[in-house]
């Protein structure tokens, strides 16, 4: 049963211009969130992160924004670079799970020149 | 530079071989995890620790088993390995997490992964 998932197993976008990458989740109990970032042949990387008391937040070219009842988020990068390209791993975590992350399936985000 | 450092990053093995892959975090972490990635699937969670001597089952154990013999370092056994066991695996870190929206513990630091190939 996936907990969280992200529909759109790639994402092509030109430089520039916006790139969203969506993804919803089913657990009611999730209250914090993150995006991670991964190149291939390393480990993921933090992105940003948003806790169920905000609906947006913003670190530079990425927002990340929270529609909790429709269990729901998605990640905007604006704008594109080509240093984006990477898949994109949303993830969650309750309170009281032990601060383990449910992941997404992944985005492959491709930023073209 | 804080580090989460996986000592393979490929391995090639046979079916039934026991298989060690080796964690070790310098950032004195009390979490630490074990995740695999696999296309379409993502990261699945497959065991974890919060303290020495301490683990809990993911969403995928078996045919896994772990041990944390010291705080710094999280290893993932395959007693013997099977084909479908061939993936990337990948270490993880975070602290301990206190209040309810904690942030810091939330954010688990990954190392960089180790390529298992099961023949």
């Known amino acids: 049963d996936q907990q969280v998932k992200q529909n759109s197993p790639s994402l092509s976008v030109q430089e520039g211009r916006i790139s969203i990458l969506n993804c919803d989740y089913t657990?009611?109990?999730?209250?914090?969130f993150l995006w991670y970032k991964k190149y291939p042949a390393e480990g993921p990387t933090f992105l940003i992160s948003?806790?169920?008391?905000?609906d947006k937040n913003e670190d530079g070219r990425f927002t990340v924004f929270l529609n909790k009842s429709a269990k729901h988020l998605s990640l905007h990068i604006v704008p594109s670079q080509p240093g984006d390209s990477a898949v994109y791993f949303c993830a969650a975590s309750e309170t009281g799970g032990g601060n383990k992350l449910t992941f997404g399936t992944g985005t492959q985000l491709k930023v073209e020149l | 530079d804080v580090k989460v450092t996986q000592s393979s990053r490929y391995l090639v093995k046979r079916t039934g071989e026991k298989v060690f892959l080796e964690c070790v975090q310098d950032m004195d972490h009390e979490n630490m995890f074990w995740y695999r990635q696999d296309p379409g699937l993502g990261l699945r969670l497959i065991y974890f620790s919060y303290d020495v001597k301490m683990k809990e089952k993911g969403d995928i154990p078996e045919g896994y088993s772990v041990s944390r013999e010291k705080k710094e370092r999280f290893s993932l056994i395959l007693e013997s390995a099977s084909t479908n066991q061939t993936s990337m695996y990948l270490c993880a870190s975070s602290p301990l997490g206190a209040t309810r929206i904690s942030s810091g513990a939330n954010v688990l630091t990954f190392g960089a992964g180790s390529r298992l190939t099961v023949l």
């Open positions: 657990n009611s109990m999730f209250d914090y």
């Open positions: 948003i806790s169920s008391i905000k």
